[in-house]
């Protein structure tokens, strides 16, 4: 009869260990996650135009592809809840898009961004080659078969 009794008691543990592991889930945006490294404020460093760095003095052949989005210098802020916004220089002023969003599938591996900016749809699928608190490196080809590499660093404090 000792036995029987201690036989439920284990069994009566092991059920409350395992309703209370399940009764809390993990958090979404956790630290090693990716989708909480990405969120913050991002500006483009290095632009890559089907392997040639466009800079500043190289600017008109980002004009030609109409990709001003890609342009050195442009912010992108990413939020937590998938919205994103990006801010352009254009003649002098600020700009920023009027709608956007991101993000991952693939098991991390490919960035989903879409946003409107200037007039110009940008909708595409990024792959993601570096993701830390400081760098976000993606490549991706657009509607018109150039090769895109942005390099962004963050401008967030931490």
Known sequence: MRFTQYLIVAMLGLAAVTCTSC?????????HNPEYRI???????????NGTEIDSTHS??????GSLANNIGTFYYIYADYVMQVMVYYNGDVRYSTTGNWYFQNNYKDLVISF?????????VAAVQKLSRKELIYEYDDEDGNHWRIEMFSRSSY
């Open 116 to 124: 409107h900016i200037l007039g110009k749809k940008y909708q595409y």
């Open 60 to 65: 008109s052949a980002i004009e030609a592809t």
């Open 23 to 31: 009764r809390y889930p993990q958090p979404v945006f956790s630290l």
């Open 39 to 49: 969120i913050g404020s991002w500006q483009i460093g290095h632009t890559y135009l």
